[in-house]
């Protein structure tokens, strides 16, 4: 499996506690939530922490019951993370939840985001998501979005392994 973002760049690791390197999603800090998958120890991702990550990964889960990341051989499968935020004094609205509901994704982790004072301004959730099937993701950006299109669609092709983001206008479906 690769790793990228909903825009379908690849991501950067973060070094967590000064111990591990990890994927995550969500932010530190007060009325926010940093979550992480962390990536083994096999990866020595510390001499080329300034890059970004483009090796394959598995999934599997540890003694206690969460996620990592192992290094992969298979050239198949996709992992998402979703870097969004939403508009001035907003958030976002999406339909992940219903989509792994009938088995299109997992959700991996869930981190937050905020605005302003512990996120009295606005938030939203970010996500580390692993695409069992091809689908799309819509989201709505809520809040000020000045100008930008409110909704947005995110498309998962896990036969070429991509992931394209758009504006909800440019789909087009005809029938010739």
Known sequence: MIILNHRGATVRAQKM??????????????????????L???????????????EE??????QRGNWLFVPGTKKEGLIVV?????????????????????GKIE???????????????????????????SCKIEYRKLGRTYGEPAN???RIDLENRKVEEYPAEAEVD???
């Not at 991996?108 to 695409?131: K, M, P, S």
């Open 152 to 154: 947005r669609v995110i």
């Open 57 to 62: 990964v598995d999934l599997t889960i540890t």
């Open 40 to 54: 083994h120890k096999d990866f020595q991702y510390d001499a080329i922490h300034e890059k970004d990550f483009h």
């Open 82 to 102: 979703t870097q969004w935020y939403g508009g001035f004094r907003g958030g976002i609205s999406h339909n992940i939840d219903e989509l792994a509901d009938e």
């Open 17 to 38: 506690f000064d111990k591990f390197w990890a994927i995550t999603c969500g932010e530190n800090g007060r009325g926010r939530k940093l979550a992480f998958v962390p």
């Open 174 to 176: 005809l029938d010739i």
């Open 107 to 133: 959700i991996l982790a869930v981190g937050a985001t905020a605005e302003g004072d512990a996120g009295r301004v606005g938030g939203e959730n970010q996500y580390i998501l692993n695409a069992l099937q």
